[in-house]
């Protein structure tokens, strides 16, 4: 059996080119998406994300403005800035890439963001609503999950979701959404027993612990569609997920490969967010 492969690059494609459109209808009514993205320091994996949302935004036509500050600015300055783009009319979308330097509170910097702004939708606020089924903006990668799902034409109503990981960044809202699906939703993490038992009744098994190839074959149920979100770097430099790919796609009847699975879809995704907040700034 030879799993269909979940092409993320390609759905993300899709996405975008449909922002186009969007892009320039809110041109047309004098709106012109910004996304404004704040790097502090100079870490390396972070600079590389910021260039690729600098680089999508271009592709969509959506403004984005880059502020660069040094590893030793203070809290202070920086929540300054937040508040300044808060009070802009123009910046529909603020993003501070994270991590921060030690020195700064994470948490108090989400939490300065206006949620109106929260692209990212990491403010408690954004947690909130996802967590009682009202609209508001979900955090890119889970969102993206839901999304590939759904353009692959997978039923998720009345399925078994099985998801292995509890973070507040994918774990924790990706199962949120899935039980918005009517899917039935269960959570591993590290203190789960008989976590092998529980993955092979999975209908659909979305996997976050960023543990190399952790997940094998004896994990996953036959036909199951298997969501893998981890990245990882191993010894001779090659990119893997968290599941075994070559051993799990011989059984799963749809997979996502690493890279090229869920990976492109959190910018899709993010820049569909700015482009939501554009539209709201209308009504």
Known sequence: MNAIIIDG???????KDELIIKVEELKNKGVEPTLAVVLVG?????QVYVKHKKKACEYVGMRSLAYELDEKTTEEALLELINELNDRDDVHGILVQLPLPKHIDEEKILLAI???KD?????PYSVGNL???????????????IELIKRYNIEIEGKNCVVIGRSNIVGKPVS????KENGTVTICHSRTKNIKEICKNADILVVAIGRANFVTK??????????DVGMNRLDNGKLCGDVKYDECSAIAGAITPVPGGVG????????SNCVKSANNMLK
């Open 9 to 15: 690059k390609k759905t993300s494609k899709d996405i």
């Open 42 to 46: 100079k870490d390396p994996a972070s």
């Open 114 to 116: 206006d949620p109106s």
């Open 119 to 123: 692209v990212d939708g990491f403010h």
């Open 131 to 145: 967590s009682i089924g009202r609209d508001g903006f979900v955090s890119c990668t889970p969102a993206g999950i």
């Open 176 to 179: 949120m959404l899935l039980l």
């Open 218 to 227: 004896d994990f996953v149920k036959e036909g199951a569609t298997v969501i």
């Open 264 to 271: 492109p879809m959190t910018i899709a995704m993010l820049m």
